[in-house]
């Protein structure tokens, strides 16, 4: 047989767990006006009790105590707002970034390939390295770049395979709207060469 469960009308607890509230009492003044027997069977009926629930009647019905709940939620209210703010944020910074993948020859048919802008997206560029690393059998290693941020440099010409690695690893994130730039940066040859051949 199922047992009917009251629920505190101040916050909205069973009468049991009241306590944890922070408006315990509150919660037996209505307790008490609207469930006298539970309330005999929590708190019970002595004097001392009494006069305990005479106090607790002042003090839930001054306005002190309801305007300084009032002003705390109105807080968390604030501080649950500006935190969807941020995330919103971060998010629509995340979405305006975008990742580059720039490969780079090196000397005659050499070339490295080097991610950046990936810091943005809470990734780890050490173990992404080692991935890539593993993945390719290459050397791979973490630096700074001009701009002064972390770019993940890849020895090899393996620029397609990294931008489907790239873009698997955005979707699996939930960020398959991120531009992900490729650039095929050619070294340029020396005009000294140049007038030295003719």
Request: hydrophobic share 35%; glycine share 4%.
């Amino acid at each position: 047989m199922l047992r009917e469960v009251i629920y505190c009308g101040i916050c909205s607890y069973p009468p049991e767990y009241c306590e944890f509230s922070g408006k315990l009492k509150r919660c037996k003044v209505w307790l008490s006006e609207n469930h006298a027997d539970l309330y005999a069977k929590l708190y019970g009926t002595d004097d001392n009790t009494q006069e305990v629930e005479a106090v607790t009647n002042k003090l839930a019905e001054s306005s002190i105590g309801e305007a300084r709940e009032e002003k705390l939620e109105k807080d968390l209210l604030k501080i649950q707002k500006k935190q969807e703010n941020r995330e919103q944020r971060e998010l629509a910074k995340k979405l305006s970034s975008k990742v580059i993948i720039k490969r780079e020859a090196r000397t005659k048919r050499k070339f490295i390939v080097a991610i950046s802008g990936l810091e943005v997206f809470d990734i780890d560029m050490k173990k992404l390295a080692k991935t890539f690393a593993s993945r390719f059998a290459t050397g791979c290693s973490v630096s700074k770049n001009a701009e002064k941020k972390e770019e993940v440099v890849i020895q090899g010409d393996v620029m397609d395979e990294v931008e489907t690695y790239i873009h698997s690893l955005l979707e699996e994130k939930g960020l398959k709207d991120v531009k992900v730039e490729t650039i095929d940066a050619k070294k340029k040859k020396k005009p000294a060469a140049e007038g030295a051949a003719k």
